[in-house]
């Protein structure tokens, strides 16, 4: 009888609230197994451990202490783990835990993640989540066999194994997590570093869906109209942020100034200018960049990746859809279509409410931080967004956060990660109004 009425009551809580407590529970087990003596080399406070379990889960990337030195081989196990279950994808994520505990995901829950993951029935998302968890641990196995051919030479066998498996996990879940003190700035021209990193943190951030479309048995002209708009979206953004990171760092002494030949600094952009976005490493000191350039990697970290992945951020498709929704309007158009595909008026509406509360957050975020921090306003805006975007990149402010500081990038990296499942939720709730109102008009711009 008892175990009926808790399931009963665990079905009546809703699938976001859910979620969020079960991400907030995994995050103080992975701070309380991070204080464990034989999971650390220095000495921890409880502020340490919850930032870090909570930059792991989010798959942030953000740090407040040498991860290399400051844990053992236990504790960078521990951040492994709660990388690998934090990257795993909200709607898998989701998933599988409700479907663990026997609790129904509900008619609005199904309506969603139907929607999210753009399956039509149950069956077929069940299916599509055992497909990713098959296409993560094959990406993160052939990248850690990969990257060994650079590790194991410098390391050794047995640590430069772990460091491929570590650095697999880290860059598959777009965590940006390292264990070296300085990120991979010494590998900033190694080819198989510079070519397997940013291809396990692409395919970890273009979305489980495009995935499952672009590697299944659908040609392209049967491919999802999200698909479509994805591709053709980080089509658009890598090499313009690559470009752009080229153009605005060539004679900076900081970072591409210090290398002498054009393949070297052509590498270097290559490297950073695709993992902004999403994943967090960095081969160059984000901090000697000119103030134009972080300027840029800001709205680059507020785009993020892709819906269902292992990206955060706005999204791409959002920004997307509200880039067309513009000149939609400019055009007098009352219908957004691409690709032979119209885009409904709530989608729009979904679009304009995540953009919103997302830059709302962000505000609130760098007013509360600006209001109690006397650090560079340009230094705590970049260090907002990557915590929005669970980028990880940071100008050097991370350490210098105070209690108040921390407990603020917390909430900012915990409602970038769960927030969007959240809000998408609600929206997917639709109510047909009971009275209709005539219509009114409002003065504009």
């Known amino acids: 009888m008892k175990r009926r009425s808790f399931a009963r009551r665990l079905a009546r809580v809703p699938p976001p609230l859910m979620l969020a407590g079960l991400y907030a529970l995994f995050i103080l087990l992975g701070a309380a197994a991070l204080m ?3 999971a ?18 989010t798959v942030t990337g953000l740090v407040v202490f040498d991860t290399g030195a400051g844990l053992t081989l236990f504790g960078e196990m521990v951040l492994a783990f709660l990388i690998q279950l934090g990257g795993l994808g909200l709607m898998t994520f989701a998933v599988l835990i409700l479907g663990a505990l026997g609790v129904p995901v509900g008619l609005t829950g199904h309506t969603f993640l139907r ?3 753009n399956q039509p029935t149950m069956h077929q998302l069940m299916r599509l989540v055992r497909t990713i968890l098959k296409a993560v641990f094959v990406c993160e196995l052939a990248g850690a066999m990969l990257l060994a051919l650079t590790f194991v030479p410098h390391y050794g066998v047995w640590q430069g194994l772990w460091e491929s498996l570590f650095h697999s996990i880290s860059a598959f879940n777009n965590a940006g997590f390292s264990t070296f003190s300085d990120g991979l700035v010494r590998y900033a021209t190694d080819p198989v570093v510079n070519v397997v990193i940013p291809a396990l943190f692409i395919i970890g ?26 591709l053709m979206g980080t089509a658009v953004l890598i090499p313009l942020s690559v470009a752009l990171f080229a153009l605005l760092e060539w004679n900076n002494p900081r970072t591409l100034g210090q290398f002498d030949s054009i393949t070297a600094r052509l590498t270097v952009s290559w490297f950073q200018g695709v993992t902004t976005r999403t994943a967090g490493f960095n081969t160059t000191d984000i901090a000697g960049m000119h103030d134009s350039t972080a300027l840029m990697f800001i709205a680059l970290m507020l785009i993020g990746g892709g819906s269902a992945s292992t990206a955060g951020g706005i999204k791409v498709t959002t920004v997307v859809v509200m880039m067309m929704a513009t000149v939609a309007f400019f055009r007098r158009q009352t219908q957004l279509h691409a690709y032979g595909r119209s885009i409904g008026l709530d989608q729009v509406l979904k679009v304009m409410a995540l953009i919103a509360i997302s830059l709302t957050l962000v505000f609130v975020a760098i007013f509360l931080m600006t209001a109690t921090h006397d650090g560079h306003f340009l230094d705590i805006c970049f260090e907002v967004a990557s915590a929005f975007g669970t980028v990880g990149l940071s100008r050097g402010y991370t350490t210098e956060l105070s209690e108040f500081g921390r407990a603020v990038i917390i909430v900012v990296m915990f409602l970038g990660r769960v927030g969007p499942l959240t809000l998408g939720f609600f929206l997917a709730t639709r109510s047909t109004p009971r009275v209709r109102y005539p219509a009114g008009r409002i003065h504009l711009g």
């Open 205 to 230: 951030g273009i979305g489980y869906v495009v995935l499952h479309d672009v590697f299944g048995p659908a040609r392209p002209g049967g491919w999802s109209l999200h698909t479509r708009i994805m």
């Open 36 to 38: 464990l003596p034989i």
């Open 40 to 57: 650390r080399n220095i000495p921890l406070t409880w502020s340490d451990a919850i930032f870090t379990a909570t930059s792991a889960v």
């Open 115 to 117: 929607e999210d993951l």
